[in-house]
Nanobody, 122 residues
């Protein structure tokens, strides 16, 4: 069992930056592929970014490519999402997820955090 806790959300003006962190409990964090997803009101949860256990393989949604950076520190059981040049369209609840298969498909993830709200004002 893995428990995930996200922190770092908040209110920011358009063009600003935020960094989200997601810390996992338990051992063997490095075996999990970690993903970030987001869900805006009235919309489905969508893929944002994913990183392999070693950090050597990274995927981004086209909508965030060039603005967001995902990274991880396996010694701290933590994955990060650095978000720059934020836009109002980035407003959503952001979730981290862990899975042994996990890709861009949220069904491939086994464990989810509680989410953290990111609000970008125009």
């Amino acid at each position: 069992q893995v428990e995930l806790v996200e922190i770092g959300g908040g209110l920011v003006q358009a063009g600003g930056s935020l960094r989200l962190s997601c810390t996992a409990s338990g051992r063997a964090f490095s075996i999990y592929r970690m993903g970030w997803f987001r869900q805006a009101p009235g919309k489905e949860r969508e893929f944002v970014a994913a990183i392999s256990g070693s950090g050597g393989s990274i995927l981004y949604a086209d909508s965030v490519k060039g603005r967001f950076t995902v990274s991880r520190d396996n010694a701290k059981n933590t994955v990060y999402l650095q978000m720059n040049s934020l836009k109002p369209d980035d407003t959503a609840v952001y979730y981290c997820a862990a899975g042994t298969v996990g890709t861009i498909n949220r069904l491939n993830y086994d464990y989810w955090g509680q989410g953290t709200q990111v609000t970008v004002s125009s």
